[in-house]
């Protein structure tokens, strides 16, 4: 079997190998899709697949092998001893709205006259089964088989929902319809399989016929049937015969919010397909298309059937929400409560139209439940907004290459011990797990630069109680610091004399150390030089937020939402006289230079932390880029603190040259934004030249 990535270009077939190949290819996924619902190739590969085997066969007729999946029922692939009644045809596929059109206009050409009105409901991604009922009592539920005979699978039938045993009127009738999971029943079957050392399921359709087929299970799983028609309920229009298959009391997809539609133009039909469509990220069971069917039975008859599908009926194809792909590795990230949780890194691949390169994979028991090893191939799931997850992995793909998922031994993100009690793993500090770190980050250098607390220390803080949090800091007080081990009088007079020189850190380092998603260094000083005051930044609204350089709308909603979470630690560093300092906020700085973009220079060229008019510092209007290694008096600063003094000079700090770059400090080893500002015409200084021009800011 070809690996499915290989397939899933529909490439033409170049050659009678390449077909027999195809051909090949073909034949194996069918017949374990039909045998077990499994299958190496997703839906939309096999779909692409049969295309490319009916166009070389369109070129080739003389050349068609006897066991081609085209023109056949299931492929060719499913069995069954059971004749059918009526033949149980399949349905042809379109795959765009033009394909549909051509559909329409097809069979109105062929009636003669305008379809009198259409159906459209969803495609239900499930199997197709035929109940049969004898004076209102079920007496054998039949798969589809090859569509002539099926197989006997009456032993599931209580199992399935929407089938009653009774129906409410004693009639003879054959119910058709598909029988599915949901998702909560394809969790549940899951769980159960695991429980009871089985294998997981790959999808919810190959759970349905899993299920379907198996007998004598130690557990019950339980299953969804939805009528979409009926062998001897003569005269009734699709509509009207989904309203009667209600009423006998079977389940349709009219209790659905995905629920047939009559429409009477082309337009309407339009409509319902996108509706159904939109709708289908939310509907908790698959659809894996839209069936358009004229309602009349006179249209209906009129148009008849050919040897595999009817001709008045038609899947308009959805893409499919399930792929495989490779589970190249699992990451775990602690979340604010501490709840590590396992993510999986895949071989990107495109689901619905995205790009998928991570999915959950919702807890550890989740994996050890799925089985899942690194190297698998998986089945992964997207729907519209929901985060992908991976299903299960193909456990008949395996080459033996596959490894096992290590599992983390202590926290990720503090080291500490894992509560393992619970489904949901989580660091044994909780939230002081994300305390312990958030400290870690404030005290850093860029930050906070408290010298003397590092993991140690803020692990020891956070386990005495004396530190929930940034502001608990500098409430500290000598004597409580030295009751902690190791800590002699010398360390905490130092630690103390570090937490009195933190408070008078400017605004941009204060607000940088409360770890807002979306602000680094850079951001933060942009927001400092902007706003002028933590009150400012705190009163600014999305819109306010968003005239800051960078800070598009939806990033402007996520620092309101989390200024908003740590309003109660505002105040009490506010209280502690952190980040109170005050400066002229800028309105908009001059662009001096040549092409300068003055939209995104306006808000950081300032000199936040000095107080000093923009126009009079030495590097007013100027872009700068420092690069390459720092020397002289610059030796000893961070590249955090070099851009901290352009902004206090007046400059904008950039990482990278541009046109708009007036100035390049150009350290040891610059390379490649060297040669660019040489190119480019840009004014090169070297650290110590920089140094004299900015000596009154370097202070
Ligand atoms: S009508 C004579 N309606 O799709 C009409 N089929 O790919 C035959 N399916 O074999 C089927 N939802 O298993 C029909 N609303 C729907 C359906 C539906 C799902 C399945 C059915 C069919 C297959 C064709």
């Not at 290459?401 to 202590?410: D, K, R, T, V």
């Amino acid at each position: 079997m070809k690996d499915a990535a290989t397939m899933a270009s529909p490439a033409a077939l170049a050659s009678p190998d390449a077909y027999a190949d195809a051909v090949a290819t073909a034949v194996r996924a069918a017949a374990a899709y039909y045998a077990d619902g499994s299958t190496p190739l997703g839906d939309d590969e096999y779909d692409a697949l049969v295309r490319t085997i009916e166009a070389y066969e369109a070129g080739h007729p003389a050349e068609v092998l006897p066991d081609s999946p085209t023109g056949k029922v299931a492929g060719g692939a499913a069995v069954g001893d059971v004749p059918h009644s009526v033949p149980m045809l399949s349905l042809d596929n379109v795959f765009s709205a033009e394909e549909l059109e051509a559909w329409a206009a097809g069979l109105e050409r062929r009636l003669g006259r305008p379809v009198a009105a259409w159906c459209v409901e969803p495609k239900l991604d499930g199997l197709a089964v035929a109940a049969r009922y004898r004076a209102g009592r079920l007496t054998t539920l039949l798969t589809r088989g090859d569509g002539l005979a099926g197989e006997d699978i009456t032993h599931a039938a209580d199992a399935v929902l929407g089938l009653p045993q009774r129906l409410a009127e004693p009639v003879d009738v054959e119910l058709r319809g598909e029988v599915l999971l949901t998702q909560e029943q394809f969790e549940h079957a899951n769980a159960v399989r695991t429980e009871h050392g089985a294998t997981p399921f790959a999808h919810p359709r190959s759970g349905a016929a899993g299920t379907l087929r198996a007998k004598d299970r130690p557990y019950r799983v339980e299953l969804t049937f939805f009528a979409y028609g009926a062998v001897g309920l003569p005269g009734l229009g699709h509509s009207a015969l989904l309203a009667r298959l209600a009423e006998l009391g079977a389940g349709t997809a009219a209790a659905t919010a995905a629920e047939p539609r009559r429409c009477t133009t082309l337009d309407e039909v339009r409509q319902r397909i996108d509706g159904i469509a939109a709708l289908r990220a939310a509907l908790p069971f698959g659809i894996d298309g839209v069936v358009v069917k004229a309602d009349a039975v006179a249209d209906q008859e009129e148009a008849g059937s050919g040897s595999r599908a009817p001709r008045w009926a038609v899947a308009r194809k959805l893409k499919a929400q399930h792929k495989v792909t490779r589970l190249l590795a699992v990451e775990w990230n602690v979340g604010r409560t501490g709840i590590i949780a396992p993510r999986a890194v895949l071989e990107p691949v495109v689901v619905d139209g995205v790009t998928v390169t991570y999915a959950t994979l919702h807890n550890p028991a989740d994996i050890e439940r799925r089985g899942l090893m690194l190297g698998d191939q998986v089945f992964v799931y997207r729907a519209g907004d929901v985060i992908p997850r991976v299903e299960a992995p193909l456990v008949d793909e395996r080459t033996g290459a596959e490894q096992p998922i290590e599992f983390p031994q202590a926290c990720p993100r503090c080291g500490d011990a894992i509560d393992t009690s619970e489904q949901r793993w989580r660091c044994v500090r909780g939230r002081g797990c994300q305390a312990v770190a958030s400290i870690i980050y404030a005290a850093g250098r860029d930050q906070l630069d408290i010298e003397g607390l590092g993991r140690t220390r803020a692990v020891q803080l956070v386990e005495a109680g004396l530190v929930a949090d940034l502001a608990d800091l500098f409430t500290l007080t000598r004597e409580q610091l030295l009751t902690l081990d190791r800590m002699g009088d010398t360390s905490a007079d130092n630690l103390i004399a570090a937490l009195g020189a933190a408070r008078s850190q400017p605004l941009n380092r204060v607000f940088c150390a409360l770890g807002i998603r979306g602000t680094g260094r850079t951001m933060s000083r942009r927001m400092a030089a902007h706003f002028g005051s933590m009150a400012a930044i705190r009163a600014a609204d999305a819109e306010a937020l968003a005239g800051v350089a960078g800070i598009g709308v939806e990033k402007a909603a996520v620092i309101v939402a989390e200024l908003a979470d740590v309003a109660g630690l505002l105040d009490r560093l506010a209280a502690q006289g952190v980040g109170t300092a005050v400066t002229a906020p800028v309105v908009a700085a001059p662009a001096t230079a040549p092409g300068a973009d003055t939209g995104a220079e306006a808000d950081t060229g300032t000199e936040a932390d000095t107080g000093a008019a923009g126009a009079s510092a030495p590097l007013a209007g100027q872009s700068v880029v420092a690069t390459g290694t720092m020397t002289g008096p610059l030796a000893k600063l961070s590249r955090n603190e070099v851009n901290e003094l352009i902004e206090r000079a007046g400059g904008k700090a950039s990482s990278s040259v541009s046109k708009r770059t007036t100035l390049l400090v150009a350290g040891e080893k610059a390379g490649s934004k060297r040669a660019k500002a040489e190119e480019l015409g840009v004014r090169i200084v070297s650290p110590e030249e920089f140094a004299e021009l900015v000596a009154e800011q370097l202070v």
